[in-house]
Nanobody
């Protein structure tokens, strides 16, 4: 079945870095646009970054210049490299492919 499994979240100090990974299975990964969303407590879920099957990317203004999305079609993996993290980046981060969502991974940035 279609499955997305995120990993790489954790606790980091402000200014630090994390790399999230999303392992995809059960569908033709290379044909799909992949996305990362996040949701903080009490806030709406928001798009962080998206990458098309051709590698074109879209990044939210709030993370532009700090976060970078990439993919490895051979391994069915999508990454989110997060640098210069801020406390306001704290949220559960979700990987998406079409209508499918992963279970999420928690990112907490301490000040």
């Amino acid at each position: 079945q279609v499955q997305l499994v995120e990993s790489g979240g954790g606790l980091v100090q402000a200014g630090g870095s994390l790399r999230l990974s999303c392992a995809a299975s059960g569908f033709s990964f290379s044909l799909y646009t992949m996305g990362w969303y996040r949701q903080a407590p009490g806030k709406v879920r928001e798009l962080v970054a998206r990458i098309t099957k051709d590698g074109d990317t879209t990044t939210a203004d709030s993370v532009k210049g700090r976060f970078r999305i990439s993919r490895d079609n051979g391994k069915s993996l999508v990454y989110l490299q997060m640098n210069s993290l801020k406390p306001e980046d704290s949220a559960v981060y979700y990987c998406t492919a079409g209508a499918t969502w992963g279970q999420g991974t928690q990112v907490t940035v301490s000040s």
